[in-house]
């Protein structure tokens, strides 16, 4: 016990140190009321962006310079406050449906304090539908700020393999694992996303088979095409598909959580399911993604099922006689 006191007392001392980060941070909940159909919000996203890639033009036409384009990108949408504005708009607008919740009714929702640490004061994001995927709000401000500043690394060291391993630290200290416990596999995938809409900016093909979506033309920007989130949402932006690592503190809570789930996932497990999951796991191999696939439902609960069998043939034998 003494060394778990005094374990929280230094993650309690590291948390008021990262208080302006982390007072926002939320983590997010894609396994309660999954079922739940949401529509989704797919287009009206698109338009927030869009609408955003005319004002920096407008803005920028004189300066031929990328990084005066990306950082009138980052005003519009992003900002320097704790929460980005894109984010807080698809929290607050009745435009963009979210899951229903509850504060108290979340993953994180059963556990003591000491293994949930920030995520117990402030409760969990908002979760919405994007390219059919389940995403938290939190994501947009991922794909935006962290996106920006992925971007910046890489050129500076030129290479995107560099330029993850910072991101990954970030997702270790004050931004996840330290604060909260949790380490999000989907939070490096957003970032990196990010990045890869930056470069798609004025790169063609990051977007496979897609032109930049400016180009050059005499002394003024032209747009070529439409931003598309799902150019760049996908499963792995998904918490109940690409599973958050947990510390000790908090990795059996959640053990025993998941395995309250296996009954939603013996219902319908294509809701938990990926499908043709290696084109994810070469895209992102670089970003140092933590393996807790031992987590996912499609792992976790065959192996409940089996523990049950007995039951459950029983339960089939009964009926069958009746």
Known sequence: MNNRVNSFVILAAAFVAAWPAAALSHETDQFSNRSDSIADSTKVLNGKVNEAIIEIVEKTYKNDERMAVVNAMYGEIGGRFLVDRIEKWANESPEVEKLKTGRYDSIYSVHPFWATRVTTLFGVGRTMRVNNQLIGTDKLGHFVSQGRKYYRRFLRYDSEAKAAKQSARAERAVFGQMTNGNFSNADLVANYEGHRFFRSLFEDDIVPGKPAILRREGNRWIIQRKFDWADHVNEYWDEALNVNHFDALLYGHMYQQ?????????????????????????????????????????????????????????????????
Not at 267 to 277: A, C, G, Q, W
Not at 288 to 310: E, I, M, T, W, Y
Not at 315 to 322: G, R, V
């Open 258 to 322: 998941f395995v309250s789930f296996c009954p939603r996932y013996w219902r319908d497990p294509s809701l938990y399911t990926i499908v043709d999951e290696s084109r994810f796991q070469d895209r992102y191999s670089h970003l140092g993604l933590k393996d807790n696939s031992v987590l996912r439902l499609d792992s976790l609960c065959p192996v409940q099922a089996f523990l049950k069998a007995g039951t459950l043939l029983a339960n089939t034998f009964e009926a069958e006689e009746e």
